[in-house]
Each structure stands twice: as structure tokens, then as C-alpha cells.
């Protein structure tokens, strides 16, 4: 089992800043990626950017084309942390952001959840 609790969400103006931090706790041996979606209101729940943890260090990462050269997702292996920095903020961002542990192992897959914090855009 992982445990993932996020924190760093809140209201900000359009074109600041906020960091996003998701904790991680529990077996982590499985997990292969982790990384932040978000789902907007009467909207569905969609990537925002991901980040692969099999090496020790560094990692793959991948982001929306929507947050592409805002956002930066990083990750630090020893602490089981994942952050996403957020810069140039839009009202379209506002949404509930979620931290994501993808385990693969043998042939099964699973995702964890956080439990979800708001982030806020007024314009």
C-alpha cells in the first residue's frame, strides 16, 4: 500500500506562482511513475504532468501540452517526494490537482490517489 498526501494548493492570481508537494509513504518498491492530474469542474480528470521514479535520480518526465513550459514536475527519490512548480498561472488551471502513484509489477497495474487539493486562478 502507498499512502500519498498532498500539500501547497490555494488561491493565487493569474500569472503567479504555487508549488505543489505530494508525500509518499508506505511500499514504494512497485511504483514506476508518479505525477499530478487535475479535474475541473464538470470536467474529467486529466494528465497534468508525470515523472518516472526507476532510477535514483533525474527521471522522464511528461507534461499536458496545456502546462508545457509553465509547469515543471521533480521529483527527490530519498524523501518519496514529488513536486509540481506552477508559473504563469491561468484561470483555466483551476482546478482540484491530484498526486498519482502508477505500481506495475509482473502483470498488474495500479494507481494511488491523493486525496485531492484546490487550486484557484481568479483572473
Known amino acids: 500500500q502507498v499512502q500519498l498526501v498532498e500539500s501547497g494548493g490555494g488561491l493565487v492570481e493569474a500569472g503567479k506562482s504555487l508549488n505543489l508537494s505530494c508525500q509518499a509513504s508506505g511500499n514504494m518498491y512497485t511504483i514506476k511513475s508518479m505525477g499530478w492530474y487535475r479535474q475541473a469542474s464538470g470536467k474529467e480528470r486529466e494528465l497534468v504532468a508525470s515523472?518516472?521514479?526507476?532510477?535514483?535520480?533525474?527521471?522522464?518526465?511528461k507534461y499536458a501540452d496545456s502546462v508545457k513550459g509553465r509547469f515543471t514536475i521533480s521529483r527527490d527519490n530519498a524523501k518519496n517526494t514529488v513536486d509540481l512548480q506552477m508559473n504563469s498561472l491561468k484561470p483555466e488551471d483551476t482546478a482540484v490537482y491530484y498526486c498519482?502513484?502508477?505500481?506495475?509489477?509482473?502483470?498488474?497495474?495500479?494507481?494511488?490517489w491523493g486525496q485531492g487539493t484546490q487550486v484557484t486562478v481568479s483572473s
Open positions: 498519482n502513484a502508477w505500481s506495475s509489477y509482473l502483470s498488474d497495474e495500479y494507481d494511488y
Open positions: 515523472i518516472t521514479t526507476t532510477t535514483t535520480s533525474g527521471g522522464s518526465a
